[in-house]
């Protein structure tokens, strides 16, 4: 009984000795040794927020850079500098976590936006620094995204047969086609269509697997509503053996982006070629 209380005892003391060991990396310095600067301007707490501007989604990006600096007369010991948002993202000009007094680090943050609308993240990181045992910013930055197709009516047949297709390069005749209207919704929340130089790519699709080559109208082969919401074309159609086809349809702004895809379907009329 005596050996096992001298055991416990023994364990005890061992554990109150390692409680009072302190790491000096962990040791609290004097306060106000963080300085942090992006270009000259000092990013002064979590009140802080830089601005990024307006970006097209997926297109554009803008970088930051910025200046940790220990201002203090010890080593500043801090945690990896991160963000709380995908939009925004940090390089770290070099692999550490000590800084000697004086001695700077330089990390740059850049915002490329994934999505439409506002983005506001935060950037951070802790330190042993007891005026500031987690110094964060915030960041902030807009994306704005291309048109979107939401919806179409259904196609309508102007012309049915009576679209000469003429002929082929062996002077073939290929028939007749039937003429439909397509009228296709759309929503462009950033009013980024300019209708003199909005086109329209078509791709049809076949159902018996045919898939020939796109073809794109012009603005002055397409019609957009005063509000920008609706717009219209027509196509001509010949089915042959087929017994609908799919029209993709894909806005492209005069700058070359791009909407997304949408498909509309045509079943073939009774009596179309």
Known sequence: MKITRKIIYLLFCISIFASC??????ESIRPNAVQVKQGTTLVQDQSTQIEYGILRVF?????????????????LYFSQITSDSPDFFVEIEEDTVALFPKQNL???????????????????????????????????????????????????????NTVDLGTN???????????????????????????????????????????PASITRSP???????????????????????????????????????SNVFTTRIEKPADAE
Do not use: C, H, W
């Open 106 to 160: 330089k990390f740059s943050v850049t915002f490329a936006p994934k999505l439409g609308g506002e983005t506001i993240g935060k950037i951070s990181f802790s330190t042993n620094d007891p005026a500031f045992p987690v110094f964060s910013f915030g960041v902030k930055g807009e994306g704005v995204a291309p048109p979107e197709i939401v919806g179409s009516s259904s196609p309508q047949f102007e012309e049915l």
């Open 169 to 211: 390069d062996l002077g073939e005749d290929l028939g007749n086609a039937t003429r439909f209207t397509i009228e296709i919704n759309i929503e462009d929340p950033y009013d980024r269509i300019t209708p003199s130089g909005l086109s329209v790519k078509l791709t049809p699709i076949f159902s018996n697997g045919d898939r």
């Open 59 to 75: 297109k554009d990006s803008v970088t930051k850079n910025y200046t940790l600096t220990n201002v203090g007369e010890e080593v």
């Open 220 to 258: 002055s082969e397409i019609t957009l509503s005063e509000d920008k919401k609706r717009l219209t074309y027509s196509i001509p159609v010949q089915f042959n053996s087929s017994t609908f086809i799919d029209i993709e349809t894909m806005l492209i702004l005069s700058n070359g982006d791009v």
């Open 21 to 26: 060991i302190v790491q000096p990396e962990l």
